[in-house]
RNA sequence: UGGGGCGUAGCCAAGCCGGCAAGGCAACGGGUUUUGGUCCCGUCAUUCGGAGGUUCGAAUCCUUCCGCCCCAG
């Protein structure tokens, strides 16, 4: 059985494919392309190419640039002007790594699929069990919480058990280069700044309003309800004696509403799009639930209803933001479900 | 121009019985980071409304000018 391993150019997927072709797995390499490629795109494949070359490994390009386009770009612009935050990578994963790819890779005729993802996969009672790379600060897990179970299948991670120190070490170690060399890591769509990319898009964007607290008192104006995020602390250009994060978008109103840091907490959320990987039945007595990356999780309770979920912390914290992801977590760091924040639960 | 108060970095604000300008916010820079954010670290007044004076030495004392606020009219 053949396995396809993800080649995006960068140091993990470098690994990956010298670990697997180690194993004496049969391997094929493939390289994606997210976006119309350019010349410098085309050259870095033809290195990522040479290398596999090298390893006798055979190697495919695929464009995955249109349908990326249309399932990734698009719904994060149109969830900007619809004064929400998305999160690109946790929608590129079910959609684009685990959906097209996963299946162009199968039309290649091999069965799997190994990427250089920092998490971990395990077979359940219930399936491919999906939990938390070992290296917890670069654990990806949280990004992989929307797809779909049975994506999983025949997928592997073979960096799950490695720690981003060791895999330097090792590449170090064996003397291979980095095909993208040490420059920008995988910059996705956006080259730096997503307000920047939503106005050379000509995107229609919602305009200047005011800025309040959550009591009433008015401090200022804003340019644009899209350019913040729940939470946001910098960037509000408010002086005030302390610091001030965004509470609210009004969109009623067009009004940014911010305060200090403890009126940011909320006892929960709401989150739709409900993606379960392990049914609920299965779950164990206390779970934990994650709404940012890189958030240490926190016992929860959690209530399915359908498509939706409604999630409430046991102790209040920083309120979840529309268009994120909400995880939910085993004690030992098994993905349970992933769903698409909608709203929070004020009380 | 009768009385009172004030003027310190972009904002707020200590210091004002003289000794070589706290702090907070904002901003900027960096770090962490497969999204937005968060978080962490760092930088940020040779100068205290202006001009003189006293002093070894003043933001701190004195004089004067400018500006602002309040109360009385």
Redesign the pocket.
């Known amino acids: 059985m053949r396995t396809a391993v993800a080649l995006?150019g960068g140091a993990?997927s470098l690994l990956t494919l010298h670990l697997l072709r180690e194993k004496g797995v049969p391997l094929t390499g493939v390289h994606a392309f997210f976006l119309p490629p350019s010349e410098e795109d085309r050259a870095l494949a033809q290195r990522i190419e040479a290398g596999c070359r090298d390893l006798d490994v055979p190697f495919f390009a695929l464009d995955l640039s249109a349908e990326f386009e249309k399932q990734v770009i698009q719904p994060?612009i149109r969830a900007y002007t619809r004064g929400r935050?998305?999160?690109?990578?946790?929608i590129?994963?079910p959609r684009i790594?685990f959906g097209l790819l996963r299946d162009r890779v199968r039309d290649l005729g091999t069965e799997r699929l190994a990427?250089?993802?920092?998490a971990r996969l395990a077979p359940t009672e219930s399936g491919p069990g999906l939990f938390r790379g070992k290296d917890p600060?670069?654990?990806?897990s949280?990004?992989l919480s929307l797809v779909p179970v049975e994506r999983f299948f025949g997928v592997e991670f073979p960096l799950g058990t490695w720690r981003?120190t060791d895999v330097q070490a090792e590449l170090q170690a064996r003397g291979l280069r980095v095909p993208a060399g040490g420059e920008s890591?995988?910059v996705?769509f956006?080259p730096?700044?997503?307000?920047a990319f939503l106005t050379d898009r000509g995107v229609p964007l919602s305009g200047p309003g005011p800025v309040r607290t959550v009591a009433g008192e008015p401090l200022g104006n804003h340019p644009g309800l899209w350019?913040?995020?729940?939470?946001?602390?910098?960037?509000?250009?408010?002086?005030?004696?302390?610091?001030?994060?965004?509470i609210a978008k009004e969109h009623a109103t067009n009004t940014l509403v911010v305060d200090t840091?403890e009126k940011l907490n909320v006892a929960g959320c709401t989150a739709v799009n409900l993606n379960i990987l392990v049914p609920q039945e299965r779950w164990p007595e206390g779970v934990l639930a994650q709404t940012?990356?890189?958030?240490t999780p926190k016992p929860a309770t959690v209530s399915i209803r359908r498509k939706t979920v409604t999630i409430r912390f046991e102790e209040p914290r920083?309120r979840?933001?529309p268009?994120?992801?909400a995880a939910i977590y085993s004690e030992q760091g098994q993905v349970l479900a992933g769903a698409e924040i909608s709203d929070s639960l004020i009380s």
């Open positions: 995006s993990d994060f935050t998305p999160n690109p990578c946790a590129c994963n790594k990427t250089g993802h920092y600060a670069k654990d990806q949280y990004f981003k890591q995988e996705c956006i730096e700044d997503y307000r350019r913040y995020t729940l939470g946001q602390r910098r960037g509000l250009g408010i002086p005030y004696s302390e610091p001030l994060y965004v840091r940012v990356y890189r958030q920083s979840p933001t268009g994120q992801v």
